[in-house]
């Protein structure tokens, strides 16, 4: 029951929106805010605004029942002005609260790559790496290693660097071939020539054919078992070779290798933009090649794919990758920073992508011939972001099975006339859940959608789903779970949708929701079960072209632990035994996890593909201090916690150097977020009375 008492509001958030500011209040006693009654104004002056309330309970369990969130957009930052309710206020921004709000969402938001803390952490995780070297000192399995290096007028002092760094490796059963195309640069011979280490083999290359069919000349020329791909003018860690090597010893069949990395400038000293890759994500990769270095492949895989052609040069890494990721028994991620690419004004990293804009259409050309040989009715497409792609999927004609949980037979109505406008007609089968049965049963056969009984919403978590996913199963549907908070503003949803599952391991698929504000809500869930169940939504709150974040995941496709439980699709037949003796759940988000870790268990991904959108109106989750898993009951993680820890691996986005717990990727290193804030607000302040 809601208060007789004015609304009162705090501000938890500012936010960058694509066009003005996004300001979010908490407001108790909240319930009956009226939006049409709300202004916004800063001394006499009044300013355009747009408001936005979500609907549903309370947005954490660490406020009360009658708590809301409201947003309040602006065209531009303001640091001091009042939000009036009925010409009351509402609540008062003040320029200390706007700089100390400001300065925490920032902090929250510094991913690894940007973080000035990364070289006071760096020590931390030499030491990691150091102690996991150690653990295997010598190896029952020693194989030779081919590092393949195309050289073309390179920098003196680049390729001094260069094989430096290789011959300072710790395992020492390597060779080194160099693919000289410049073989009348003296200055470059004189530098080769410094090292006379018979591990060296220098190819003299008289017509330069280019990086792939350079790179090609010294795969066919290589003697490894392996063989290791660098760039002439990036370095090596002295553990690189050592920590493949390591893992080969322990998983003999891993045919695709590959490390984290940073970035450098002119010595090691100046290391910058770390990048913790997660363990092989293949969505992830069909959007950009974030495998990127230090690639190795066994000449096993190798002799099962054909060489990277001519016409994906400056791709042809993305191009094997793909290739070898298609046949190869193992994978291996090496979460450390074993690669140092190196950054001057020719490089990708230095800025150069506008002048190759060849790399960015041979990466489209490797994918879709990826997608050809896999057989999978897909094409890559370019986006706005350089060297991130978008994949557009053929939809199936497969029928779909959509259990609507809705609240009002309102909800109901207007999620039943969205489906209806869905642009592309597969046959579906609405089974609505909620209050009123007589009245939904009624709207769904007033409906051009073919018709399935509406049920009480008692039970909807174990036999009304099970009935209906057991329905699907057997007719080899799919089947779609959302609520009527969910809005499908994206006409062809459904069919963007239905298309990844033309893929044999996608068991789920998820849209991106925007909240009503325009910011993301949801593009994805990352699910820890270890020590305890905690679930956080990557990405919340950005503005959804901001340039993809780290990684790109909030732009990118991408692989999940698990996805919101607002809207998802899924092929109930990929997903076995998850619906026999399906736990009693108290909540539809644990029923979601449920179901995401049933299919991770049975080698099937859990992606978000970011070109299918919906809006949707459910409350806005900002605070993730309590670190558990929000709206999910006790009873409900205990049986989660019951079922699944200890049979899963880590989330698909982990890194031990990176932490998830704010619900953005941040370097893993103690800090205090509201503390760092008020310092940054008091230096700001001194600095400004100077």
Not at 144 to 151: E, G
Not at 530 to 551: E, I, K, R, V
Not at 639 to 657: F, I, S, V
């Amino acid at each position: 029951m809601s208060s007789n008492r004015s609304p009162r509001g705090s501000f938890i958030q500012i936010l960058q929106a694509e066009h003005g500011v996004v300001y979010r209040l908490l407001v108790h006693n909240g319930a009956g805010i009226d939006t049409t009654a709300l202004e916004v104004r800063s001394g006499a002056r009044q300013l355009p605004a747009e408001f936005c309330l979500p609907e549903g309970d309370a947005p954490s369990p660490l406020h009360d029942a009658n708590s809301v969130v409201l947003s309040v957009t602006l065209l531009q930052e303001e640091p001091r002005f009042t939000v009036m309710h009925r010409g009351a206020a509402l609540a008062r921004m003040t320029p200390r609260r706007h700089a100390m709000l400001r300065n925490r969402q920032n902090l929250l938001m510094v991913n690894p790559g940007i973080d000035g803390a990364f070289h006071a952490y760096l020590p931390t995780h030499d030491a990691m790496l150091q102690t996991k070297a150690e653990g295997m000192d010598s190896f029952q399995v020693n194989p030779r290693i081919s590092i393949i290096v195309p050289l073309f007028n390179t920098p003196i002092a680049y390729a001094r660097d260069m094989i430096r760094s290789v011959l300072e490796q710790r395992y020492e059963n390597w060779e080194l071939v160099l693919v000289n195309a410049s073989p009348d640069n003296e200055a470059l011979a004189r530098v080769i020539s410094e090292h006379p280490d018979e591990r060296i083999r220098v190819i003299e290359q008289v017509e330069n054919l280019g990086i792939a069919g350079n790179t090609n000349i010294g795969i066919r020329a290589c003697t490894g078992d392996y063989i290791a791909f660098l760039d002439h003018d990036d370095m090596l860690d002295p553990l690189a070779l050592h920590m493949y090597v390591q893992a080969l010893n322990e998983q003999p069949e891993i045919d695709l290798f590959y490390c984290d990395e940073d970035n450098f400038r002119e010595t090691l000293a100046d290391r910058y933009s770390p990048i913790f890759k997660p363990d092989f994500n293949i969505d992830l990769l069909y959007s950009h090649n974030y495998v990127e270095h230090f690639l190795m492949v066994s000449r096993t895989a190798l002799e099962q794919v054909e060489l990277s052609p001519h016409d994906v040069r400056g791709a042809q890494d993305y191009d094997l990758t793909l290739k070898v990721a298609e046949i190869a028994r193992a994978i291996h991620h090496e979460p450390y920073l074993l690669y140092h690419w190196r950054a001057h004004p020719g490089s990708t990293n230095g800025g150069n992508m506008e002048g190759k804009p060849y790399a960015i259409e041979a990466s489209i050309r490797a994918l879709d011939r990826h997608f050809e040989r896999t057989g999978v009715a897909a094409r890559a497409h370019e986006t706005d972001i350089p060297c991130v792609f978008s994949i557009a999927y053929e939809p199936l004609e497969t029928p779909v099975y959509v259990a609507l949980r809705y609240r009002t037979l309102e909800g109901l109505q207007a999620r039943v006339a969205e489906l209806e406008r869905q642009t592309h007609h597969t046959l579906l089968h609405v089974a609505a859940f909620g209050p009123d049965t007589d009245q939904a049963t009624h709207i769904i056969e007033e409906s051009e959608l073919a018709a399935c009984t509406a049920a009480s919403e008692n039970g909807i978590l174990s036999a009304r789903i099970a009935s209906l996913f057991d329905r699907a199963c057997t007719e080899q549907a799919m089947m779609m779970l959302c609520t009527d908070y969910v809005s499908f503003t994206d006409a062809n949803c459904i069919g963007r949708l239905s298309g990844c599952f033309r893929r044999p391991d996608v068991a789920i698929a998820a849209p991106k929701l925007l909240s009503s504000d325009g910011l993301v809500q949801h593009a994805g869930c990352y699910l820890e079960l270890d020590n305890g169940l905690h679930a956080t939504m990557p990405n919340q709150g950005f503005a959804p072209h901001m340039g993809g974040g780290y990684l790109g995941i909030a732009e990118c496709s991408c692989d999940y632990g698990s996805v919101g439980p607002n809207c998802l699709m899924l092929t109930p037949a990929r997903i076995e035994d998850a619906h026999e003796d399906l736990p009693s759940f108290e909540s539809l988000e644990a029923l979601v996890h449920h179901l995401a870790c049933a299919a991770r268990a049975n080698g099937r991904h859990v992606m978000v593909l970011p070109e299918a959108t919906a809006t949707v109106c459910s409350p806005i989750v900002w605070d993730w201090s309590d670190a558990r898993a929000h709206h999910v009951p006790d009873a409900d993680r205990e049986l989660l916690e019951r079922r699944w820890a200890g049979k899963l691996t880590h989330d698909p986005l982990a890194n031990p150097h990176a932490a998830w717990g704010n619900g953005y990727p941040n370097l893993a290193v103690e800090r205090d977020i509201n503390r760092e804030a008020r310092r940054i607000y008091l230096y700001n302040l001194v600095k400004g009375k100077r």
